[in-house]
């Protein structure tokens, strides 16, 4: 909710311009006015929010292990959330295009809704992506090399598609709706099977001249240290990313045998191991902690935020575990004077981040294009 005076003062259009453009909004049905608030002294002021019932956003957080969707009103709120596991040890560009075309199309037939009626779809894909072309750069993990994803997709749906990088996804929405709510200067972290960061500065996202801002996961924490799937060594995202944390537990216990491929559930296996009093296991937490930390104090020194947000589910799973830990080697590598300004905490939003921040990105664009 706003009022045209906060409308006036957040951009600096003048109160006469702000309302001539409100007044185009509610006529073409995209705002509306949603009561009224008391001021001392004064008349009531109007509130205005979206209007809910304008239409539907879609996100998709295209992850490694699974797709995720999401089915939003205008407004943002969410309406229906449905999750595909990824089981293939190799994800190709057509797999999942294919995927999203087919799913999309059961979830609008299942909730009849049109095509019409729908404003924007987002699309948090890893790697690195050229938001404004729609194009999948560089998705190492997979292979894929200048997927044009965006067009693929749009000329199967009579609505606008737009792709971005998931860390970046995530970090607009824990920015609009999260744990970084009204703060300008933030680090939020994407943690699972890869990793990646979302940066905000001055109340922006900050992309970098190719949008591959926030490639955290690949800056060199160790000389000749262990191999990343990315081909480097040394990477931040080979200690603690799903797979390295699992790797390095099988060194520390090599006749242990996951009992599943899962990485959730082996994930979750070393975690409660060491909750349990396993040596080993909380030998892997304790230095997954110290690394992660590690990697904080790097983006701290880097870009002295108000707040850095854990997240993804191996950040959500570890911090929930160790952020005392966490906290305590950032502070070791990070300059004091900047540490002590900075709050590292967990994130709000949980899994549905990703997908939350792509439909937050149609609706940004949305709102550009108005």
């Known amino acids: 909710l706003t009022t045209r005076l906060r409308i006036s003062r957040t951009t600096d259009l003048s109160a006469a311009t702000v309302t001539n453009l409100v007044s185009e909004l509610i006529q073409e049905k995209i705002i509306s006015e949603s009561g009224s608030i008391d001021w001392a002294g004064g008349r009531p002021t109007t509130l205005l929010s979206p209007n809910s019932t304008y239409g539907y956003f879609i996100g998709i957080d295209v992850g490694e292990t699974q797709i995720q969707y999401e089915l939003f009103d205008f407004s943002l709120k969410p309406l229906f959330n449905l999750k595909r596991p990824i089981t293939e040890s190799s994800v190709s560009a057509e797999f999942v295009i294919n995927s999203i075309i087919s799913d999309v199309n059961d979830l609008l037939s299942t909730k009849k809704i049109m095509h019409k009626d729908i404003v924007g779809l987002g699309v948090g894909l890893p790697g690195v992506v050229d938001q404004i072309s729609g194009i999948s750069v560089f998705a190492p993990n997979w292979g894929w090399r200048n997927i044009m994803l965006a067009q693929e997709l749009s000329d199967n749906f009579n609505f606008p598609v737009y792709i971005d990088n998931g860390a970046k996804g995530m ?189 937050t990105l149609a609706f940004e664009r949305f709102i550009e294009l108005v």
């Open 171 to 359: 970090a607009l929405a824990e920015a609009w709706f999260g744990a970084g709510k009204g703060l300008d200067d933030l680090a939020v972290l994407l943690i699972g099977t890869g990793v990646g960061a979302g940066i905000i500065t001055e109340g922006h996202l900050y992309r970098g001249i190719s949008n591959s801002a926030g490639e955290w996961g690949h800056t060199k924490i160790e000389r000749n240290g262990r191999k990343c799937r990315c081909g480097s060594l040394g990477c931040l995202e080979a200690y603690i990313g799903a797979p390295g944390i699992i790797e390095r537990y099988q060194e520390e216990a090599p006749l242990f045998a996951f009992p599943s491929s899962d990485q959730t559930m082996s994930i979750q296996h070393i975690i409660d191991e060491a909750q349990e009093g396993n040596q080993k296991a909380q030998k892997v937490i304790d230095e997954t902690s110290e690394y992660l930390g590690i990697g904080i104090s790097n983006l701290i020194n880097l870009f002295d935020p108000q707040k850095v947000i854990i997240g993804g589910w191996v950040g959500t799973q570890i911090g929930s575990l160790a952020l005392d830990k966490i906290i305590s080697s950032a502070r070791e590598y990070s300059l004091s004077q900047v540490f002590n300004k900075a709050e590292i905490g967990l994130c709000k939003l949980g899994p549905d981040a990703v997908a939350l921040g792509a439909a």
